[in-house]
Structure formats: structure tokens, C-alpha cells
């Protein structure tokens, strides 16, 4: 091993003696090549390294990983040996076209209730645009979403998304990011008095409707259950619709019956043991409160709390008690909740074209509001006889 060889990190000596192996058809197109947990073994390295040398050589079109079943060589590598154009470049690292976007989105976390949507759509708009989308979870934990936006810069992104956690303040790094006119756009929520590009949906409206529907229904004694609204706008905007459409129908919010304080459906918190003993919270709200008709959920996860323990305190849903959320996956099996859609896939792909605009020093809105539709599910009813 010559001494330049050995100067080099072990993950580029072991993807260079690799790429000349595939080169020289030691590994031919389709042939498995060694694993990481072989790689490791042969060369005396952990995992992590073997793992990057074959990350590297899949970025440079040499092989092709397959999930549960190893890493194979191109087929794209010719039956002539012509070499991908990486190779053909002497193994140098191909740039990447300022043609080519590089977004990164740092959000809370994602499920089928909601935010896989939100990533289709964003991963479509990437593929139209010719560009890429990098993913960063911060479940809801500030020191994790300023690391992620931190991380991201320094790899070079192009832009950002953001969809930040529940709190009571926006982190510092969002904050640098208005003063230094980076170019990115918030999801969900928007910041108050600060000109930053957010793309959410009309949550005022959304709420008011879905209430209007439970007094259709002859529902009066509501109650609301929420995450703590401070400082979270899509939060506060939902409360304030639910307010708005008491209003103006004449009947009371009484807020005896709201429920604000639900932790455990939040990010960190989203446990079999938090939720269990949110449910005994919500079964004593119950038995407290029996004159209680209905329940408007903020969220699909706080609904399905509600519904369990709605079911496990002896109440028929919807002949006793109707539960309405936001957002309910149309797969989820019974109850199928009467619940508002959001336009996710939409707001997916103009948060990723409005980054874009911003990059290009483009203006766009300072703030979207999409509406949202009314679903009626199998959870709410006429309101129960006495």
C-alpha cells in the first residue's frame, strides 16, 4: 500500500479497490459484491465505514443496493466495459448541476394520517423540477430541528422546508434564516409579525365548518381536545374556528368541557405508556362530564385516543358520543372518522416550487392557506336522545 493510498480514509480505499474490481470484471454486471458485515471483516472496519464505500460506489453508478438482498453491479455497466462517468473521471466525486436542486426538509415526524402526503407531493414537484429532496425528523425536539437545519446548510442545500416543532418559540436557526434572506418556506405554521414565506391550510375556516356540520346534527355540548395551543398557529387557528362557529350559531363554548393539555400524542411523547394514561385522562373527562355529545379532535392520533376511550367507558360511537378530527387515513379500518382532508400532496409541491421561486429571487405569498374538505366518516351521528 503506498503511502498516498494509506493517507486516505478507509471508506475511499476500500470503494477504490471495489470500483477497480468491477472494472476489471472481477465483479461482472448483476454479480453480488460483498456485503458491509463482509467488507468489515475483510478489511478490519466497522460497519459504518464499509457502509459508506458502498454508498459511494452506488452514487457513482458502479453497483445497485437491493433491501434485503445485497449489493449488485450495475447492469448499465456495458458488456463493452465502458466504465459509468465516474469511473471514466478517474473516481473523482461527479459535481452536482446548479440545474439540479437540492432541497432539504426538516419536519416534526410523518404518518398515514398525516405528513406522508406532504412528502409525496414534495418528492414529485423534486422529480419536475430535476432535483432532490433530503429528509431530517426532529420529533418535535428544538435542539433536533436546529441541528437538522445547521446539518443541512453545511451540506449545501438549496433551500429549506420546514415544518417546525409545537413550542412556544420558533428556534434560533429559523430566526437567522429570516434576517439572512435564506430561501425557505414553513409548513403548518407561520411566524407572527416576521416576513417568512408559509404555506398551511385555512385551519379557521376548516374547524368552523366541521363544527357547523356537529349542529346539523344537533350537537351543542362539544368538547375540544388538543395538544397546548401556545404559539402554534394551525393550533390556534383551529380553536379560533372552533369559537367563530359558536358565535355565530348562538350557542356557548364551554370551555368546562375542553380538554387543552394532550402531550402524548406529540412527537417524543408518542408511547404506548403515555398514551394509555392519556386515555384514563380522557375516560375521567368523560365521567365528569356526561352532558358532553361530541368531540372535536385536533388531530387523527387524539381522535383515536378518544374513540378508545370513549368505547373502553361503556359509550357507543356515534350513537352515544361523535368524535371529528382533522385528517383520518381512509384505510384505517372502523371508525372511519368524519374528519376535514387537507390538500397535503398541494401543499407538498408548492412549498418545494415556492423554494424554488425564492432561490431564483423570485417573490411569492407570504402566507398560503389552502382550503380543506369535509369527509364524513362512520363517528358521528344525530345527537344522542335523552
Given at each position: 500500500?503506498?503511502?498516498?493510498?494509506?493517507?486516505?480514509?478507509?471508506?475511499?480505499?476500500?470503494?477504490?479497490?471495489?470500483?477497480?474490481?468491477?472494472?476489471?470484471?472481477?465483479?461482472?454486471?448483476?454479480?453480488?459484491?460483498?456485503?458491509?458485515?463482509?467488507?468489515?471483516?475483510?478489511?478490519?472496519?466497522?460497519?459504518?465505514?464499509?457502509?459508506?464505500?458502498?454508498?459511494?460506489?452506488?452514487?457513482?453508478?458502479?453497483?445497485?443496493?437491493?433491501?434485503?438482498?445485497?449489493?449488485?453491479?450495475?447492469?448499465?455497466?456495458?458488456?463493452?466495459?465502458?466504465?459509468?462517468?465516474?469511473?471514466?473521471?478517474?473516481?473523482?466525486?461527479?459535481?452536482?448541476?446548479?440545474?439540479?436542486?437540492?432541497?432539504?426538509?426538516?419536519?416534526?415526524?410523518?404518518?398515514?394520517?398525516?405528513?406522508?402526503?406532504?412528502?409525496?407531493?414534495?418528492?414529485?414537484?423534486?422529480r419536475q423540477h430535476d432535483g432532490y429532496l433530503v429528509l431530517r425528523r426532529s420529533l418535535?425536539?428544538?435542539?433536533?430541528?436546529?441541528?437538522?437545519?445547521?446539518?443541512?446548510?453545511?451540506?449545501?442545500?438549496?433551500?429549506?422546508?420546514?415544518?417546525?416543532?409545537?413550542?412556544?418559540?420558533?428556534?434560533?436557526?429559523?430566526?437567522?434564516?429570516?434576517?439572512?434572506?435564506?430561501?425557505?418556506?414553513?409548513?403548518?405554521?407561520?411566524?407572527?409579525?416576521?416576513s417568512a414565506s408559509s404555506i398551511s391550510t385555512n385551519n379557521a375556516a376548516a374547524a368552523?365548518?366541521?363544527?357547523?356540520?356537529?349542529?346539523?346534527?344537533?350537537?351543542?355540548?362539544?368538547?375540544?381536545?388538543?395538544?397546548?395551543?401556545?404559539?402554534?398557529?394551525?393550533?390556534?387557528?383551529?380553536?379560533?374556528?372552533?369559537?367563530?362557529?359558536?358565535?355565530?350559531?348562538?350557542?356557548?363554548?364551554?370551555?368546562?368541557?375542553?380538554?387543552?393539555?394532550?402531550?402524548?400524542?406529540?412527537?417524543?411523547?408518542?408511547?404506548?405508556?403515555?398514551?394509555?394514561?392519556?386515555?384514563?385522562?380522557?375516560?375521567?373527562?368523560?365521567?365528569?362530564?356526561?352532558?358532553?355529545?361530541?368531540?372535536?379532535?385536533?388531530?387523527?392520533?387524539?381522535?383515536?385516543?378518544?374513540?378508545?376511550?370513549?368505547?373502553?367507558?361503556?359509550?357507543?360511537?356515534?350513537?352515544?358520543?361523535?368524535?371529528?378530527?382533522?385528517?383520518?387515513?381512509?384505510?384505517?379500518?372502523?371508525?372511519?372518522?368524519?374528519?376535514?382532508?387537507?390538500?397535503?400532496?398541494?401543499?407538498?409541491?408548492?412549498?418545494?416550487?415556492?423554494?424554488?421561486?425564492?432561490?431564483?429571487?423570485?417573490?411569492?405569498?407570504?402566507?398560503?392557506?389552502?382550503?380543506?374538505?369535509?369527509?364524513?366518516?362512520?363517528?358521528?351521528?344525530?345527537?344522542?336522545k335523552e
Open positions: 500500500m503506498s503511502h498516498e493510498s494509506s493517507s486516505k480514509p478507509m471508506y475511499e480505499q476500500i470503494f477504490e479497490a471495489l470500483r477497480d474490481q468491477i472494472i476489471s470484471r472481477k465483479y461482472g454486471p448483476g454479480e453480488r459484491i460483498p456485503s458491509e458485515k463482509e467488507l468489515g471483516e475483510a478489511y478490519n472496519v466497522s460497519r459504518i465505514t464499509s457502509k459508506k464505500a458502498l454508498e459511494m460506489l452506488t452514487q457513482h453508478g458502479y453497483i445497485v443496493r437491493q433491501p434485503g438482498r445485497g449489493s449488485f453491479v450495475s447492469e448499465h455497466f456495458g458488456s463493452e466495459g465502458a466504465a459509468p462517468a465516474a469511473a471514466a473521471q478517474g473516481g473523482a466525486k461527479p459535481r452536482r448541476s446548479q440545474d439540479q436542486p437540492l432541497i432539504g426538509l426538516v419536519m416534526t415526524d410523518f404518518g398515514d394520517s398525516y405528513g406522508t402526503g406532504l412528502i409525496y407531493g414534495m418528492e414529485e414537484a423534486s418535535g425536539v428544538i435542539a433536533s430541528e436546529e441541528e437538522a437545519i445547521r446539518g443541512l446548510l453545511e451540506l449545501g442545500v438549496d433551500g429549506l422546508i420546514i415544518f417546525p416543532a409545537q413550542g412556544e418559540y420558533f428556534n434560533a436557526e429559523i430566526l437567522k434564516l429570516v434576517i439572512g434572506q435564506y430561501p425557505f418556506v414553513l409548513l403548518d405554521r407561520h411566524l407572527k409579525g416576521v368552523k365548518r366541521m363544527i357547523e356540520y356537529l349542529f346539523e346534527l344537533g350537537h351543542t355540548r362539544i368538547s375540544l381536545l388538543s395538544t397546548p395551543p401556545q404559539d402554534t398557529t394551525a393550533i390556534e387557528e383551529r380553536i379560533e374556528g372552533f369559537i367563530q362557529a359558536h358565535a355565530e350559531s348562538g350557542i356557548v363554548a364551554d370551555r368546562s368541557l375542553w380538554m387543552e393539555r394532550i402531550t402524548a400524542t406529540l412527537p417524543a411523547a408518542f408511547v404506548p405508556e403515555n398514551k394509555e394514561k392519556e386515555k384514563e385522562h380522557i375516560k375521567k373527562h368523560l365521567r365528569e362530564h356526561p352532558e358532553i355529545t361530541a368531540l372535536f379532535a385536533m388531530e387523527y392520533n387524539i381522535a383515536q385516543l378518544a374513540y378508545e376511550a370513549a368505547r373502553e367507558s361503556g359509550l357507543r360511537v356515534p350513537e352515544d358520543v361523535s368524535i371529528v378530527c382533522f385528517d383520518s387515513p381512509d384505510y384505517a379500518g372502523e371508525p372511519l372518522f368524519t374528519h376535514m382532508r387537507q390538500k397535503q400532496e398541494e401543499m407538498g409541491r408548492l412549498a418545494f416550487e415556492n423554494v424554488l421561486k425564492l432561490r431564483n429571487g423570485e417573490s411569492v405569498p407570504n402566507k398560503m392557506l389552502l382550503d380543506a374538505e369535509l369527509v364524513i366518516g362512520s363517528s358521528t351521528g344525530p345527537v344522542r
